[in-house]
């Protein structure tokens, strides 16, 4: 089935691309929201995110709800024909909460109790939390569950974000019963966790405990379980205020604000319970190239979690954030690429942190859409171009991406992998990152997809550092070689089962007949003890991160290492099985290295990048509409690059209303929307 438009899925959502950002009007008078509401809709702002943090305000003390200013604040907006995605309030409880609860505040691994006094001070797994955010989200959804501008429900905030565990005793106690659910018999529990080993044994349930601090090293499959099990507690948060707002509202459409990568919370899994993903980006514009990749890595994701279906960026900066050691200001034009490569990415919103910059708390020296400055500055200017260009883009909302390539994502395995005590230190989002790179280089579109995720229409499978692994996961990566698809299949991977213990017989393991190598050891590669490949024709490379010591077993050798023991033994290979093929990269290539064998193994599989001549840098997207194809070119440098538009010579750019030329020298941070009738219906 296609993904469906966020319009058919949210149904009283604004015409055309969604625009604005976190409004937060409880930290300023009543005769400033007038103003605010004026300069937002000469901004074009068509949507806020209204009382994220306003627990304290809608409820200063125990069910004594104040929701006066929150009627008239959202009365003002909807007669300015600004909607709104109201939040559930629950991300920073009220004072009163942690005096008459003082259990409801999470406690660190070595029995810390965190205080009040900041946000996100809460137990996931507490009951008075979870029980007082219930309520205030019920009477809530009496309020303005049918109000016709609250259009989406804001669910909590970045969840699993500066608090994502928690060691008390009511997290001591619902560990305990969920494994209990997940092993039925503490001899299962035994096996699992491999306690024969160190004298771990239990003999009794109330000896198991928490991964709090200890001497040395945790038990893996232990401390992987926790993980599993806080993300569900975390989940559980927003699944609870789901229900909460549906109890009363039962139409109402969720989303919840995921943090990039965030590692404490599966998002697979969080967003399986929202009606829409919405991402906060905040890359650093002190690394453009870097920074624009890693928002294309997360604009992937997010356009995948929902089946491809157009994710919205609820935050992002205008300019500066205030929350690194030091912050880089966004340059004239940056935030403007940025947020169009959203676009051409599969976003149909882009909004902000935060409306308008705060006077007073944590956040005074965090950029706005609105500036301290007011509206005569820099930031708000771009601000309303943005609005405007965003106007002139409306028609592509709902059109889709269409990719041929995926990348497998997965949070387990990435628990797994990045536990203590392995050959060296893995750090997962960074070798995803490494290996996508070279595709948004050569403008491939790359869909991310989960173990056991149905493949379908991908020729090419990228699985880097795929260290865990089950049968079914085997089984089903061979069978979509068998099928005719490219595997690449990373270092490190299919060593594990999902609770820690290694397959025996030689790694990758499960896979080793899909491969057709054996891994024996794997050595470190270091600057002391650098490493390179070297490819038939004599190109070498150097390499980082690990060199495995491998044996072919039928594979055929595309590049061998050049140092160390096993110097002229296998490093990258690759197999022929089925109708398909299954490579294995036994290190981490550097980009030129990673560029050669990506290029090799796409144009093997016939997937080709754009036919748009432009370099690295330049953002190459395409977005499939009903009637039309529109092609985003966005310049990430800091500096002019050139572009030939070949077979887009001609065509209408949205942003200009003028034809594109043959080719030019793209000024710095320069975006063009292109668009030309749709070339196939099937793409549809
Ligand atoms: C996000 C958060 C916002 C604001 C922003 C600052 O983490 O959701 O409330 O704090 O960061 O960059």
């Given amino acids: 089935m296609l993904p469906q ?6 149904p009283r959502l604004p015409q055309g691309l969604l625009y604005g950002g976190d409004y937060n009007p409880e930290q300023w008078d009543e005769a400033t929201w007038e103003e605010d509401i004026e300069l937002m809709r000469r901004a074009g702002v068509n949507l806020v995110s209204l009382a994220v943090f306003s627990w304290a305000k809608l409820e200063p003390s125990p069910e004594q709800f104040e929701f006066g200013w929150l009627d008239r604040i959202i009365e003002r907006l909807a007669a300015g024909h600004i909607s709104i995605c109201l939040a559930t309030a629950t991300a920073s409880p009220p004072a009163w909460l942690a005096r008459l609860h003082p259990e409801s505040l999470p406690e660190t691994s070595d029995g810390v109790r965190l205080s009040h006094g900041s946000r996100q001070h809460y137990c996931p797994n507490s009951v008075a939390y979870r029980e007082a955010s219930a309520r205030l989200i019920r009477e809530l959804a009496r309020r303005y569950g049918r109000h016709p501008s609250v259009v989406l429900w804001h669910i909590n905030n970045e969840i699993g974000c500066h608090l994502s565990t928690c060691y008390c005793a009511t997290c001591e106690a619902g560990f305990r019963q969920w494994l209990r659910d997940r092993y039925r018999s503490l001899d299962a529990l035994n096996a699992a966790w491999g306690t024969a080993f160190w004298s771990q044994y239990y003999a009794a349930w109330e000896d198991v405990s928490l991964p709090r601090a200890m001497p040395y090293t945790h038990n893996p499959a232990q401390a992987l379980d926790y993980r599993r099990f806080m993300s569900q507690a975390l989940t559980g948060v927003l699944t609870e205020e789901i229900a909460a707002v549906r109890d009363i509202a039962p139409d109402a459409r969720v989303t919840t604000n995921g943090v990039l990568w965030i590692k404490p919370v599966d998002l697979w899994e969080c967003f399986r319970h929202c009606d829409v993903a919405s991402l906060d980006c905040y890359p650093d514009p002190a690394n453009p190239l870097d920074a624009a990749h890693e928002a294309a890595v997360c604009h992937d994701l997010y356009r995948s979690f929902k089946g491809g279906q157009p994710f919205i960026l609820m935050e992002q900066v205008t300019s500066q954030v205030n929350w690194r050691p030091v912050n880089r200001i966004k340059p004239p034009g940056q935030m403007r690429a940025w947020s169009l490569a959203t676009v051409g990415r ?4 882009v909004m902000f942190f935060q409306w308008r910059a705060s006077r007073a708390g944590a956040e005074k020296f965090h950029a706005a859409m609105l500036p301290h400055t007011g509206p005569d500055s820099r930031v708000f200017r771009e601000v309303c171009e943005l609005g405007a260009d965003l106007r002139r883009l409306a028609r592509v909302v709902g059109a889709r991406t269409r990719a041929r390539v995926a990348m497998m994502v997965s949070w387990p395995n ?3 992998l990045e536990l203590e005590a392995k050959p060296t230190t893995f750090a997962y989002e960074g070798i995803v990152h490494a290996w996508h790179r070279p595709l948004w280089d050569a403008h491939i579109a790359v869909d991310m997809v989960e173990p056991g995720a149905d493949l379908t229409g991908y020729d090419v499978l990228f699985a880097p550092a795929l260290y865990q692994l089950t049968q079914q996961q085997a089984d089903g990566l061979r069978a979509f070689v068998q099928k005719g698809g490219t595997l690449v299949l990373g270092y490190f991977s299919g060593i594990v089962n999902e609770s820690e213990h290694v397959w025996i017989g030689g790694y990758p393991g499960l896979l080793l007949d899909l491969v057709g190598v054996t891994v024996e050891e794997w050595q470190p590669v270091t600057d002391e003890h650098p490493n390179h490949v070297r490819f038939r024709d004599g190109f070498e490379s150097a390499v980082g991160l690990l060199a495995e010591v491998i044996h072919a077993r039928g594979a055929e050798v595309i590049a061998t290492f050049t140092e160390d023991f096993f110097a002229g033994g296998p490093a990258i290979t690759r197999n022929k099985v089925g109708r398909g093929t299954a490579w294995y990269i036994g290190t981490q290539p550097g980009p030129d290295g990673l560029r050669r064998v990506w290029d090799e193994l796409l144009s093997h599989a016939g997937v080709q990048g754009l036919e748009v001549s432009a370099g690295p840098g330049i953002q190459l ?48 941070y320069g975006v063009r929307v292109l668009t030309k009738p749709s070339l196939s219906k099937e793409l549809q």
């Avoid at 599969?346 to 919103?349: I, L, P, S």
């Avoid at 990430?636 to 538009?645: C, L, M, R, V």
């Fill in 5 to 10: 438009p966020l319009a058919k899925v949210i």
């Fill in 414 to 416: 990435r628990w797994a």
């Fill in 346 to 349: 599969g976003g149909d919103g």
């Fill in 621 to 668: 997207d395409l977005r499939h509409g009903q009637d039309d194809t529109y092609l985003f070119v966005v310049n990430h440098h800091d500096a002019e690059a050139s572009i030939d538009y070949r077979d887009w010579a001609g065509c209408h750019d949205l942003l200009t209303g003028a034809p594109c030329p043959a080719d030019e020298m793209m000024p710095a």
